[in-house]
């Protein structure tokens, strides 16, 4: 590797989170189908893992969006622009939005905004990570598998120059 990274959180306890994520969601929903959204590219780890621990009696249904937000390496500037929309109505759906990770909120203020302008039935945030230190904008983070400090992370999905999304477990790079 081209960067120091060092393990922030193990595989194993990643996975055995979100199982008890998944379990605490399939209460929530029970009765329902969720339509999960899945932030490109980071949330797509994490949206697969979390919607195998979905009860198989709840209908999962999938999309993706694809967002860029202009900014620095490491920090993002607020400006989102839409590279890729969802290929489904949203309209009258119980959606839950899966991402890697709120960190000023920025993005995901402007993406709840545009998807709550299109009527959802409900709509739910869903982040493997939350580094509320670093918050902007008042974002409401329904579920959140680990509330993290400030610091650069890499791995199940999050990237460096999109780099390290692939590791398994969730890693500090030393910037
Ligand atoms: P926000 O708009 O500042 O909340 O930034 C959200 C996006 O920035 C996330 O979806 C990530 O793509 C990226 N991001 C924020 N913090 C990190 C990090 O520590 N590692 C990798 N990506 C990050
Ligand atoms: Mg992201």
Redesign the pocket.
């Known amino acids: 590797m081209k960067d120091r990274i060092s393990v922030m959180i193990p595989e194993e306890k990643i996975k055995s989170r979100i199982a008890e994520l998944g379990e605490e969601i399939s209460r929530d929903y029970e009765g329902k189908s969720i339509h999960m959204i899945c ?1 490109l ?3 797509v780890y994490f949206m697969t893992a979390l919607s195998e621990r979905i009860d198989p009696e709840i209908p999962v249904s999938l999309d993706f969006m694809s967002v860029s ?1 202009y ?1 620095d390496d ?3 500037s ?1 400006i ?1 622009r839409i590279i890729k929309d969802l290929d489904e109505p949203v309209e009258g759906k119980d959606v839950l939005v899966v ?12 993406l709840l905004d545009m998807l709550r302008a299109r009527k959802p039935k409900s709509l739910r945030l869903c ?1 493997l ?1 939350d ?1 509320p230190d ?4 008042d ?1 409401k983070v329904d579920y959140t598998a680990f509330v ?1 400090e400030d ?4 791995g199940c999905g ?3 120059h999109q780099n390290y999304r692939n590791l398994p477990y969730i890693g500090q ?1 030393e910037l």
Not at 100 to 110: A, E, K, M, V
Not at 151 to 154: A, C, I, K, L, T
């Open positions: 932030v590219k980071g949330g937000s900014g490491t920090k993002s607020g989102v991402e890697d990770i709120i960190d000023s909120g920025r993005t995901l203020y402007y982040t990570l580094k670093r918050r902007e904008r974002v993290v610091n650069f992370v890499v999050m990237d460096y790079v």
